[in-house]
């Protein structure tokens, strides 16, 4: 559909965003127009959709649900769609007034559960020790480190390439959103990622990726992942033991070694101090203490 490829080209000239976020908001918004072309019998223009009244996402909505979509891929997939009328009344003067009013499903909120700090270092070396291939193992253990010891996301940490290495005090990161932050890369973090590429048997260019795949290319998160789950399930570790939760667990130990939250906030790439707050489990009463810091006349 012409619309659909004008909006989903706008967010990615204009708004920047990412590749997996336009194939997401594709899915999502291709669902939905497919549903109502069946719903109303035939092809969706922006004048018909500035006419989708409060049933016809109600009937959507269950389609969805009936075919087994959970309600917060549901939560998710409505707010591409009202991100995409929303570009309709901007772009084309076509408002959909019931598309705004809509209210998603409820969601429990899936609060993080780092691992404790004893934990985290059995799961780095239980990575390190079952790979057959000892660059396979360096490898592995050099990403998690990553994750753990500068608090990376796992897509972070496969976006580096060659010519970040050797890592040095700091990491210049791109994470979600195109926002920009500096790391610190602790000397364990550093020694892990030279351990590897002493190892690695390949010789890519400057800019290939940082960690690769058995056969030379990418590596693909899965196979971390993978190499997370044979790991916990060695140690009786819980499935919430992830290697997001690794991210997770930096933060949580950082704020338990009495780290600023703002400090945690800028280093984790939160762009809302209530995210760092959820993601560190960090109760009102020192949040409050850090908008106290930060405002001082907010004291009166």
Do not use: C
């Not at 497919?34 to 009244?53: D, Q, S, T």
């Amino acid at each position: 559909m012409a619309l659909l490829g004008d909006w989903l080209a706008q967010l990615s000239a204009v708004r920047g965003a990412s590749p997996r976020t336009i194939t997401a908001y594709r899915r999502d918004v291709s669902g939905y127009l497919g549903f109502l072309a069946l719903h109303e019998g035939g092809p969706m223009g922006a004048e018909a959709l500035a006419r989708v009244a409060v049933p016809d996402l109600r009937a959507w909505m269950a389609a969805e649900r009936a075919r087994g979509l959970s309600a917060r891929s549901l939560a998710r997939a409505l707010s591409a769609v009202k991100s995409f009328h929303s570009w309709l009344a901007e772009a084309r003067g076509a408002p959909a007034p019931a598309v705004s009013a809509t209210r998603g499903p409820r969601t429990k909120q899936r609060l993080p559960r780092p691992v404790s700090p004893d934990a985290a270092r059995a799961l780095l070396a239980a990575v390190e020790a079952q790979a057959e291939e000892p660059w396979i193992a360096a490898r592995d253990l050099a990403v998690l480190t990553l994750l753990y010891g500068a608090g990376l996301r796992i897509s972070e940490a496969l976006g580096l390439r060659q010519s970040d290495a050797p890592l040095g005090e700091t990491l210049r990161i791109t994470g979600k959103g195109g926002r920009e932050r500096l790391v610190p890369v602790l000397p364990v973090a550093a020694r892990a990622v030279e351990d590897y590429r002493a190892l690695l048997p390949y010789a890519p260019g400057p800019e290939a990726p940082l960690f690769l795949g058995a056969k030379g290319g990418p590596l693909n998160p899965r196979l971390v992942q993978k190499a997370m789950q044979t790991a916990r399930t060695a140690l009786g570790l819980p499935a919430t033991a992830s290697p997001h939760a690794l991210r997770h667990s930096f933060a949580t130990h950082l704020l338990e070694a009495g780290g600023d939250l703002r400090a945690i906030q800028e280093l984790l790439g939160h762009a809302s101090l209530a995210t760092t707050q959820v993601y560190t489990g960090v109760d009102q009463a020192r949040l409050m203490e850090v908008y106290e810091r930060a405002h001082p006349k907010a004291r009166g």
